[in-house]
T-cell receptor, first 115, second 114 residues
Framework: AQTVTQSQPEMSVQEAETVTLSCTYD???????LFWYKQPPSRQMILVIR??????QNATENRFSVNFQKAAKSFSLKISDSQLGDTAMYFC????????????FGKGITLSVRP | DVKVTQSSRYLVKRTGEKVFLECVQD?????MFWYRQDPGLGLRLIYF???????EKGDIPEGYSVSREKKERFSLILESASTNQTSMYLC?????????????FGPGTRLTVT
């Protein structure tokens, strides 16, 4: 079974600064995907970024980037130039490729961006 | 844009009542999911469905059932609501069986059972 661990329950960052959210996972699979989802206070969950395990290059989406360390089973999210709208809960998630596989979420981290 | 809607944002029910939570998606997605979200526990999968009339148990199916009679609609049923089912319920959908594809979430239903 896969597990996803987000050990920090809360973080705070000053507007315009950079913050890194940690995530580790445990799996015996070789082919899988990793995700970061964002849930703002309005509660609609949206995808922030996705990483395919077979790709060595770290994914980036504008101000969001990941540091994917496959051997260490680590998948951290870096938010650059933090904005007030980045205030949200962030969930790390894992899914193995193939049929009948399910998304496994971490417990989430609450990020607050201070003005 | 994909839209996933849920029938209610807030719902208050009494212990023992039968509760229906409805989810509708408008993008012809094959896969639909029901999650429960509780503080400190993250999202836990209750049930999911790959196609009409198909359903599979997730990690915490006890006390719940589901129905998928039409492709766009996935219902979560609490046969006899209990106070420990007070929670936020999130519905999601995704395209086909490819697990690498994004799941689209609804706004959630905050259910309180008294």
């Amino acid at each position: 079974a896969q597990t996803v661990t987000q050990s920090q329950p809360e973080m705070s960052v000053q507007e315009a600064e950079t913050v890194t959210l940690s995530c580790t996972y445990d799996t015996s699979e070789n082919n899988y995907y990793l995700f970061w989802y964002k849930q703002p206070p309005s509660r609609q969950m949206i995808l922030v970024i996705r990483q395919e395990a077979y790709k060595q290059q770290n994914a980036t989406e504008n101000r969001f980037s990941v540091n994917f360390q496959k051997a260490a089973k680590s998948f951290s999210l870096k938010i650059s130039d933090s904005q007030l709208g980045d205030t949200a809960m962030y969930f790390c998630a894992f899914v193995r490729t193939g049929a009948n596989s399910k998304l496994t979420f971490g417990k989430g981290i609450t990020l607050s961006v201070r003005p | 844009d994909v839209k996933v809607t849920q029938s209610s944002r807030y719902l208050v029910k009494r212990t023992g009542e039968k509760v229906f939570l409805e989810c509708v998606q408008d993008m012809d997605h094959e896969n639909m999911f029901w999650y429960r979200q509780d503080p400190g526990l993250g999202l836990r999968l209750i049930y999911f469905s790959y196609d009409v009339k198909m359903k599979e148990k997730g990690d915490i199916p006890e006390g719940y059932s589901v129905s998928r009679e039409k492709k766009e609609r996935f219902s979560l049923i609490l046969e006899s609501a209990s106070t420990n089912q007070t929670s936020m319920y999130l519905c999601a959908s995704s395209l086909y069986r490819e697990r690498g594809l994004e799941q689209y979430f609804g706004p959630g239903t905050r259910l309180t059972v008294t």
